[in-house]
């Protein structure tokens, strides 16, 4: 517990260092940074989902790292063209960053933010497990997307809730009708071990 505090707490300090990056109005720094918190934590989810709402990315998720990636970038582009952030300017700034992220996907690839260390929660290839759960990232060139899924801890102390992140390769699944789009709940339940990488996914929300 006290080791995630200390990260958490380094995590909030690097985001205090982007926001006063741009954000020089003491008045709206802490409305600015609850925004940006909200941009890389954020998942998108139907209403109806059951617990909706305890979806979110945290700092180790491969997405929040991209996002955050993606917010430095575009804090710097801004704060050289001489913008800044005020009470006046945030929407617009947000406004700017969705259009400005929607363009990096295009271009941008899982690789960078994935590891070669995969969580050891569960072996889809030794079990028939429901792999279900929101899209948060959708890749349109490799046919990729990145599923969020709620886990419990396996300790008998701890009933905490906790988010991973699972790729599921689409190559073999859709080749002219990629439809998947974030906010999806997924669910693929069976898994090919010939190719160890495709799913068979059903969109079901």
């Known amino acids: 517990m ?15 260092s982007l926001v006063s990056i741009i954000c020089k109005d003491a008045l709206e720094r802490r409305n600015f940074k609850s925004k940006c918190k909200e ?7 139907p209403a109806s ?8 990315l945290h700092q180790g998720n491969p997405t929040y790292r991209y996002r955050k990636k993606l917010l430095s970038n575009f804090i710097q582009k801004k ?5 800044t952030v005020k009470s006046s ?3 617009q700034f947000f406004d700017e960053l969705q259009e400005f992220s929607a363009l990096s996907e295009s271009n941008d690839s899982f690789s960078e933010f994935w590891s070669s260390e995969r969580p050891a929660l569960i072996d889809l290839f030794e079990q028939n497990i429901k792999l279900c759960g929101p899209v948060v990232r959708k890749f349109d060139t490799e046919l990729k997307v990145s599923v969020l899924l709620k886990t419990r801890s396996q300790s008998r102390q701890d009933d905490n809730l ?6 599921i390769d689409l190559q073999n699944e859709f080749k002219e009708d990629y439809r998947i789009k974030v906010g999806d709940i997924v669910e693929a339940t069976k898994c090919r071990r010939n190719d160890r990488v495709a799913f068979e996914p059903e969109v079901i929300k």
């Open 2 to 16: 006290e080791r995630f505090l200390t990260m958490a707490t380094e995590e909030d300090r690097n985001i205090d």
């Open 39 to 45: 941009f890389l934590t954020k998942v998108s989810v």
């Open 49 to 56: 989902w059951p617990e909706g709402n305890a979806y979110r």
């Open 79 to 83: 704060s050289s063209e001489g913008f």
């Open 89 to 91: 300017t945030t929407k």
């Open 162 to 167: 906790s988010f991973t992140e699972h790729i």
